[in-house]
């Protein structure tokens, strides 16, 4: 049995001899080693036997072929104690929907600290369905599947993405359904003989229904997702730091374009199947677009553009339970954080809940619950 664990994510394996694996246990024991190095000796060894044996000092030698390793380890009484999940589990997920439900949300979520809630996903699980959203405040990544739970009452928890991330990784080698079980900190997974742990962040997620737009969109175009792929790409090769490029809608071609002081002018044509709606100039940071289009495994992509100041949603053409959401300014950390540092202190809390626009050179502060509330001059 191998076990890790970093007080937010745990992972227990019991290994058994199969088929492909023989494992051979001379003596039972427990050596508690470095995990990454580890991990990085074992992955980089030519042969495929290797033997592991712990000496009394708590020395881990490891051997293959002429290959001769010891690692220096520390008491296994030293090793934190999992958290204590138990019960019946919440719901059952087949491992390659649950892969594809974390892959196409999880990179949406933020990657600051300063509000934790939205480092997370959030998990709703109803009778019939189950919802995987994800939201930084300028980009928003929802899916929603049908799924036959057999719950009698609501789950609602909010997973960090990060753990959820390494999860994905590992369930392509999985056949087996995955059990979820919820407590009031953490979340088991369960497959087979791998068990996953992780913490659950405490709060109230954002109401993801009111952050998609819901008015009819005033231009759609339909285009092939690997050459929208390539084309923004190819487009981040020459845009500036910010990445900034522009999405140019005409009656017959849809452009990519952007324009860098340092590197040059570049324009892309994005080959279109159908174009419908007003001619649409809209600026974009193209790295939110890119990670979102390439989540979608379908052919062909929607772009839906629903006016001046409003977000753009991407769809997949043939999967209608994914939905990309993302507003159309960009706005750089340090440039949000100097804001909120002039702040007076009674707005401190209302940026914390809001999304910072920059719109022709003034601050805009748009609260997903206050209206806007407008702020300072040029700076």
Same mark, same amino acid.
């Given at each position: 049995?191998?076990?890790?664990?970093?007080?937010?994510?745990?992972?227990?394996?019991?290994?058994?001899?199969?088929?492909?694996?023989?494992?051979?246990?001379?003596?039972?024991?427990?050596? &508690? &080693?470095?995990?990454?190095?580890? =991990?990085?000796?074992?992955?980089?060894?030519?042969?495929?036997?290797? *033997?592991?044996?712990?000496?009394?000092?708590?020395?881990?030698? =490891?051997?293959?072929?002429? +290959?001769?390793?010891?690692?220096?380890?520390?008491?296994?009484? @030293?090793?934190?104690?999992?958290?204590?999940?138990? /019960?019946?589990?919440?719901?059952?997920?087949?491992?390659?929907? @649950?892969?594809?439900?974390?892959?196409?949300?999880?990179?949406?979520?933020?990657?600051?600290?300063?509000?934790?809630?939205?480092?997370?996903?959030?998990?709703?699980?109803?009778?019939?369905?189950?919802?995987?959203?994800?939201?930084?405040?300028?980009?928003?990544?929802?899916?929603?599947?049908?799924?036959?739970?057999?719950?009698?009452?609501?789950?609602?928890?909010?997973?960090?993405?990060?753990?959820?991330?390494?999860?994905?990784?590992?369930?392509?080698?999985?056949?087996?359904?995955?059990?979820?079980?919820?407590?009031?900190?953490?979340?088991?997974?369960?497959? /087979?003989?791998?068990?996953?742990?992780?913490?659950?962040?405490? /709060?109230? +997620?954002?109401?993801?229904?009111?952050?998609?737009?819901?008015?009819?969109?005033?231009?759609?175009?339909?285009?092939?997702?690997?050459?929208?792929?390539?084309?923004?790409?190819?487009?981040?090769?020459?845009?500036?730091?910010?990445?900034?490029?522009?999405?140019?809608?005409?009656?017959?071609?849809?452009?990519?374009?952007?324009?860098?002081?340092?590197?040059?002018?570049?324009? *892309?044509?994005?080959?279109?199947?159908?174009? *419908?709606?007003?001619?649409?100039?809209?600026?974009?940071?193209?790295?939110?677009?890119?990670?979102?289009?390439?989540?979608?495994?379908?052919?062909?992509? =929607?772009?839906?553009?629903? /006016?001046?100041?409003?977000? =753009?949603? +991407?769809?997949?053409? *043939?999967?209608?339970?994914?939905?990309?959401?993302?507003?159309?300014?960009?706005?750089?950390?340090?440039?949000?954080?100097?804001?909120?540092?002039?702040?007076?202190?009674?707005?401190?809390?209302?940026?914390?809940?809001?999304?910072?626009?920059?719109?022709?050179?003034?601050?805009?502060?748009?609260?997903?619950?206050?209206?806007?509330?407008?702020?300072?001059?040029?700076?």
């Amino acid at each position: 049995m191998v076990t890790a664990y970093d007080l937010e994510v745990g992972i227990v394996n019991r290994l058994r001899s199969a088929d492909d694996v023989n494992i051979d246990v001379a003596q039972e024991g427990s050596a &508690l &080693l470095p995990a990454k190095k580890l =991990i990085d000796i074992i992955r980089k060894l030519v042969s495929s036997a290797i *033997d592991i044996e712990v000496a009394p000092d708590n020395t881990g030698t =490891i051997r293959s072929g002429e +290959f001769e390793c010891t690692l220096f380890g520390i008491e296994t009484d @030293l090793f934190p104690q999992l958290p204590m999940v138990s /019960g019946i589990p919440d719901v059952r997920i087949p491992a390659n929907l @649950l892969s594809d439900c974390i892959r196409s949300t999880a990179f949406a979520a933020s990657k600051s600290e300063s509000r934790p809630i939205l480092t997370g996903v959030h998990v709703h699980l109803d009778r019939d369905e189950a919802s995987f959203s994800a939201t930084d405040s300028l980009r928003l990544a929802t899916k929603n599947i049908r799924l036959e739970t057999g719950l009698t009452s609501l789950v609602n928890v909010i997973v960090p993405a990060k753990s959820l991330i390494e999860l994905e990784r590992i369930l392509p080698d999985l056949k087996d359904e995955v059990s979820l079980t919820v407590t009031s900190s953490h979340c088991l997974f369960t497959a /087979g003989s791998l068990r996953f742990y992780t913490r659950i962040i405490e /709060g109230t +997620f954002v109401e993801i229904d009111r952050l998609i737009p819901k008015k009819i969109h005033i231009t759609q175009i339909v285009v092939n997702t690997r050459q929208i792929v390539s084309a923004i790409d190819r487009a981040m090769v020459i845009a500036p730091r910010n990445h900034e490029i522009q999405f140019e809608i005409s009656k017959e071609k849809a452009y990519i374009k952007t324009k860098s002081p340092e590197y040059g002018n570049l324009t *892309d044509v994005i080959p279109t199947k159908s174009i *419908d709606g007003d001619l649409m100039v809209i600026a974009l940071y193209a790295k939110n677009a890119l990670e979102a289009l390439q989540t979608f495994k379908s052919e062909e992509a =929607i772009v839906r553009f629903t /006016g001046a100041n409003q977000p =753009i949603v +991407f769809l997949p053409n *043939d999967d209608p339970t994914l939905c990309q959401v993302m507003n159309l300014q960009w706005y750089s950390d340090k440039c949000a954080t100097e804001l909120e540092s002039r702040l007076p202190c009674r707005f401190q809390r209302l940026m914390s809940l809001s999304s910072l626009i920059v719109h022709n050179g003034r601050h805009r502060i748009r609260s997903h619950t206050c209206g806007i509330l407008r702020w300072g001059a040029r700076s």
